[in-house]
């Protein structure tokens, strides 16, 4: 049915990464934040409890980072970066980075941890690992109606710049931007 009837809203966030750094954001819990490569992944313990792993390997092999906020080896939360191409379900898109973005997506923190502040700690290390690279915009997106997330993303320093609205009825997709942004200023997204 959600192919017939959709109506969505994602809220784009964005960090300047040239800009200053925002106020540090600290978690609650002691724990060590960590990117992990397919190497780092294939040795890492304890990784049953996530339930979408089968999609890692693939992920890898595009080049993209995992980061992970770890306790004694047990990931607690985690995001995924990339600056390739990467589909957007929710609103049947696929981003596109610019090549000096970097684009912060499928993020989690599981239930017992959640209200720790690990999401927006790891979140603002891997804005200070993109600023060390060079970059010069991190993005996040999160759907309207989730607002842990948007509390999080925006504890991390990160500020909404535009609203886009998929609605698609009967097979008929249509797509509406909140402010309308010129070219340079807002993102590169094509339909999935």
Not at 153 to 177: D, M, S
Request: glycine share 6%.
């Amino acid at each position: 049915m959600g192919w017939l009837l959709a109506d969505k809203t994602l809220c784009l966030f964005e960090v300047d990464l040239k800009g200053a750094a925002t106020p540090a954001c600290a978690a609650r819990l002691a724990v060590e934040p960590r990117m992990l490569d397919a190497a780092t992944w294939a040795v890492q313990r304890s990784t049953s409890h996530i339930p979408d792993r089968h999609f890692f390997p693939a992920r890898f092999a595009r080049g993209e980072q995992f980061w992970t906020a770890q306790q004694a080896d047990k990931i607690l939360s985690y995001c995924w970066v990339t600056q390739e191409p990467v589909e957007i379900g929710e609103i049947r898109c696929i981003m596109h980075p610019r090549g000096d973005e970097v684009y912060l997506y499928d993020a989690f923190t599981f239930a017992e941890y959640r209200g720790q502040n690990l999401y927006p700690a790891l979140l603002q290390r891997i804005l200070d690992f993109s600023r060390e690279q060079g970059l010069r915009r991190a993005l996040i997106f999160v759907l309207s109606d989730n607002t842990a997330s948007i509390r999080g993303v925006q504890k991390a320093g990160f500020r909404e710049f535009q609203r886009v609205t998929y609605r698609n009825i009967l097979g008929f997709a249509r797509y509406a931007y909140r402010p309308q942004l010129n070219a340079s200023a807002g993102v590169d997204l094509l339909p999935a």
